[in-house]
């Protein structure tokens, strides 16, 4: 049997605020070919809260971004600052099947 297509797509992305979180949660989903509604299904949370996330709300529970991004299949991998850097990198990793 064969298993479906999957590809897994790497890059780099400067995660600083949140709206760097909501940017990144809307491109994912899109990339994915989902609504908001059906994000939120998987995530157990309202359209309103996705809705929320994407607007970069600043008080989002960690732990429903978390869910969020693992709905979505995106790792995050925080690497720390080099002696004199004003920024971190975070590499975004996401794997799923094309629709």
Request: no cysteine; net charge positive; proline share 2%.
């Given at each position: 049997?064969?298993?479906p297509?999957?590809?897994?797509?790497?890059?780099?992305?400067l995660?600083?605020?949140?709206?760097?979180?909501?940017?990144?949660?809307?491109?994912?989903?899109k990339?994915?070919?989902?609504?908001q509604?059906?994000?939120?299904?998987?995530?157990?949370?309202?359209?309103?809260?996705?809705?929320?996330?994407?607007?970069?709300k600043?008080?989002?529970?960690?732990?429903?971004?978390?869910?969020?991004?693992?709905?979505?299949?995106?790792?995050?991998?925080?690497?720390?600052?080099?002696?004199?850097?004003?920024?971190?990198?975070?590499?975004?990793?996401?794997?799923?099947?094309?629709?």
């Amino acid at each position: 049997m064969m298993s479906p297509s999957v590809h897994t797509v790497r890059r780099n992305m400067l995660i600083r605020t949140t709206n760097d979180i909501g940017h990144l949660v809307r491109d994912q989903r899109k990339r994915q070919g989902l609504t908001q509604a059906e994000l939120a299904t998987r995530v157990g949370v309202s359209r309103k809260w996705i809705i929320e996330l994407e607007s970069g709300k600043r008080t989002a529970e960690l732990v429903l971004v978390l869910r969020t991004l693992n709905a979505l299949r995106v790792d995050l991998d925080a690497q720390p600052r080099e002696a004199g850097s004003a920024t971190s990198t975070v590499a975004v990793e996401s794997g799923g099947s094309d629709r």
